[in-house]
């Protein structure tokens, strides 16, 4: 399995600032995911990041309010821009198995409460 | 009609006890299908795949029904430590992004 972490583990923001979320991976992985996952709901998949290509973004999310970088095959950024508390949540990125494996390996999570 | 559906229970049951749950998918087409289980305030972790022959893994049985398009997983002799909320995933046929449902919750009880 991958050892994924992520920074912060937590964060409390004010609205209308925005977060910058890291995710590291311990080898290299071609498809990272970034999902987002409220109290009692289901994992919501935000994008898919890619290296060397723009990130494909779900029904419902958009490039401006969470730009996404991969500019390496272990590591991704998501911000969540100009933050409202609607943006509450736990944010987690995912790898695939390796050697390219259907089944996913999560980071232990972002939680980000918005004031 | 969500694309996956799960009972979000919970389920309080006594150590020692059988449980049962099922998971719905809405794509006939669907590939894929696992069980991931998370604690409390924890990432998700695989549990098993579900094959189209049923597997099992100790304790735990997955099964897969095309025809009425679900799927189940079966928890015998629940332990105190089976506690967690057990989400269930399906991959489109051709797709590669995993879709989850919103989860079941069990708590064992001593």
């Known amino acids: 399995s991958a050892v994924i972490s992520q920074k912060p583990s937590r964060d409390i923001c004010q609205r209308g600032t925005s977060l910058t979320i890291q995710c590291q991976v311990d080898?290299?992985?071609?498809?990272m995911f970034w999902y987002r996952q409220q109290p009692g709901q289901s994992l919501t998949l935000i994008a898919t990041?890619?290296?060397?290509?723009?990130?494909?973004?779900e029904s419902g999310f958009v490039i401006d309010k969470f730009p996404i970088s991969r500019p390496n095959l272990t590591f991704s950024t998501l911000t969540v821009s100009n933050m409202s508390p609607e943006d509450s949540s736990i944010y987690l990125c995912?790898?695939?198995?390796?050697?390219?494996?259907?089944?996913?390996?999560f980071g232990p999570g972002t939680r980000l409460l918005v004031l | 009609r969500k694309e996956v559906e799960q009972d979000p229970g919970p389920f309080n049951v006594p150590e020692g006890a059988t449980v049962a749950f099922n998971c719905t998918y809405s794509n006939s087409a669907s590939q894929s299908f696992f069980w991931y289980r998370q604690d409390c305030r924890k990432e998700p972790k695989l549990l098993m795949s579900?094959?189209?022959s049923g597997n099992e893994d100790g304790r735990f049985t997955a099964q897969l029904n095309r025809a009425s398009q679900y799927i189940s997983l079966l928890i015998r002799d629940s332990k105190l430590s089976d506690s967690a909320t057990y989400l269930c995933?399906?991959?489109?046929?051709?797709?590669?992004?995993?879709?989850f449902g919103a989860g079941t919750r069990l708590f064992v009880k001593a």
């Open positions: 990041a890619n290296q060397g290509s723009e990130a494909t973004y």
């Open positions: 579900v094959y189209s």
């Open positions: 080898s290299q992985v071609t498809m």
């Open positions: 995933a399906v991959i489109p046929t051709g797709g590669f992004k995993t879709i």
């Open positions: 995912s790898v695939e198995g390796r050697q390219g494996g259907e089944t996913q390996y």
